[in-house]
């Protein structure tokens, strides 16, 4: 395994393209004020080339960290702005390194001056996740803690935020290095035996072994197995509505999309739109999948036949079948019919809504709930899009479904595609090593497969990684992060 | 006039909504980090509630200014993000009064929590503006500083910057408290004269008070009438393209468009549209004028006779005659002719552009330099906006009409409409005072008049002002500012 230095060493090489001190912007363009990120070892030289402090007796290599200084950014006599700019030094600063944060004017003018001076004055504009990177370089943190920034910053929702920052806390890092140290423990003294070769010594006893991997292999499988729900708590939870022509989908997606929309912007200081199709209900984020002619008027139940109108129907995890109150009952159970036969997944749930209850008597309705006929974990709802009326149910149902799958769970969820993987391939190894025990194979061949699942391990925290992987993973970052 | 103390009451009064201590997101989402800005005398108990320093022996009231401190943002056990806080101690910050701001990772839902979470604990969201307007209010800085700390934020070229950073430094505030210092000095010397009733005393030599008069008057006029070019240097130096259809009008216009957004992108770390039909050059913005047809085929000159068309093309400063290498002389002498007899504004310069030179010969260009009639002023260029062909000559020549008109002088340039209109008000009641003295007038006439111009002066700086004014000012401004 590379140490931390030999990969300090690749890094170097890599990124060494205009000289190790790197600006960017942090923040973005269109505020009030802008955050513009400078860090390495050049930093003070740098920035004392173009910020000149308000009390001219301040001398910025002779102040700690965690400081702010008041001052101006000249070019030559040229005042571009007045700033504050926060002083860190290395090794206590995000990077590590000797870092400067300017806070600036949001002015794109003076933003732009800035960058420019910078570079002007030998610091390299910085890659996406660059800064980042450097953490994760200098020991500040591990790759999955480092992933998990990004994942913070693009984090829509209570419960994705809530996996984000445990992973940066480093909830998911430590139960990667437990799994991988007491691997470690038990494949050092089994190599241990392998040195003494012929003398039959066995210093690690082989029962206690078998039943550690079993136990390795069981969290590694239970990590795995959380990626479903991470990923629908980072992507959404998808959920499809499907119903015949005017039976009132859009104006139900509508009615619950505005109503979101009205939440958002009763929170202090912010406006935004919500994304659309996208819905935040207590915390998680629901995703409605646009079926062929959701927005339509088309009759997407009897096209389902349609491979990949079905295909993305199969996505979901809800289906809505939105149906009117007008309806008979015999048809309105043909067509949720036609969707059980199509579900192949234990672990989708049917929710029949009855639309436009509004404008019906309560005998309709009464008629309707004893007729329409339910499987198990089926639902029905009487609801109507245009008034507004059993929408909280219906949310309320929704959150019940999906609180049950264990989101709200305080244990670690995977979220990370690359984490996935590597959780695999060591269940792999770990299944192989069991065989190995059980078949009473050579130490040599077991040991193999240890090590190649603390090698997997080690990929998750960065303890082993290569140029290709880091780049793959920094390239997604956002510059300035 | 009211005392700072006053203004201060009014504001109390106006102002107090939930509470005195504002808080507002001072940067702008979708970054990779943000500022949270918190204002006000209950700051610090405030921040106490929700933030924790990773040294959890830190006390936060006992620090000095300037200091930044590394902790948690946390609501009862759960950690909303791990933060940096920076903190000011009134009156050592941007509004004078105790100050914190929070930077925080830029996801949205973490910003959104942070400031609930404020809310929550007695802090109430900024209006817009609030931050400055408490600046204002606590003397930190006067109204016009105010008002350009606005310009400052907006500013999009150098020519625009220079005047905001020059105005928030008190360059016309300088300039305006030195004519109301003047004023003031002699007015209180009549009045003094005033006191003494019918003792016939002069303490304020009259030729001495109508030569300052004389040189406040042409100050203040000159003052107002750098307000033209102040709001073009703002908005754009207009520029009406014309020509017959086919001419090639809007391919000269989109090169000039993409030359300057290649060269915006090339700039480290910025990526941005340029905004439509406005081009930055040399630091100075142009702004294209949308004259009727003007991305159409039909043929503009033609149809001048049409009020509106000839109203937008005389906002323009400059007007560029589109015409082609293969027009005779006199057509474009002709269509040149037209424009020329509208012009009324001795200003506003004419050039004439002939297109299209890449497809046709050197002999044709040389007969139509010979041909074509140049009044004082006007310009003659060959181009080819396809080939992008003398395109530099153009922006040179623009560049240098501008020069001309004194944007590069250092002087105070005013931008503001307020401004404007005060010093109008200021110059004529000093033209009163002249006329007063001139007629021998009584002194409490004169004086009158002073009070007034002093009155004006006052409203700019902000010595004199209303809750209407304050309010129209600083709700142009943006929230977080």
Redesign the interface.
Known sequence: MPSKFSKFAIYRKDMNRNGDTI?????????????I?VSGPECYSIIEKLFFPADSSVKLDEQG??????GDIREDSE????V?V?L?KAPHSYTGEDSV?I?C?????????I??LL?KNGAA??LPGEFTRRAFMNGKMDLSQAEA?AD???????A??RIA?NQ??GGFSAEIAKLRSELLKFTSLIELELDFGEEDVEFADRKELRKLVLQSRELAESLASSFKLGNVIKNGFPIAIVGKPNSGKSTLLNALLNEEKAIVSA????T?DAIEDTININGLIYRFIDTAGLRETSDEIEVLGIRKTKEKMMQASVILLVDEAGEKAEEINRRADIIRRMITDPDVRLIILVNKIDGCDKSVVDELSKKIYLDIDDSLLFISGEKHIGLDKLRRRLARIFEKRGVTNEGVIITNIRHYEALKHVSESLNRVITGLDEKRPDDLITTDIRQAIHYLGEITGEITTDEILENIFRN?????
Chains 1, 2 share one sequence.
């Open positions: 600006c960017a912007l942090a923040t973005s363009y269109g505020g009030a004020l802008a955050t990120r960290g965690f400081r702010i200084i008041h005042l571009i702005d007045e504050l926060n860190y944060e806070s004017h949001g002015s794109f003018y003076v933003i732009t001056r960058l420019e570079v504009s910085a920034v913070l910053v693009a984090s829509d929702s209570k994705a935020h920052i940066i806390r929170i202090p200081g912010t935004r970052f956002c510059i300035g992060k």
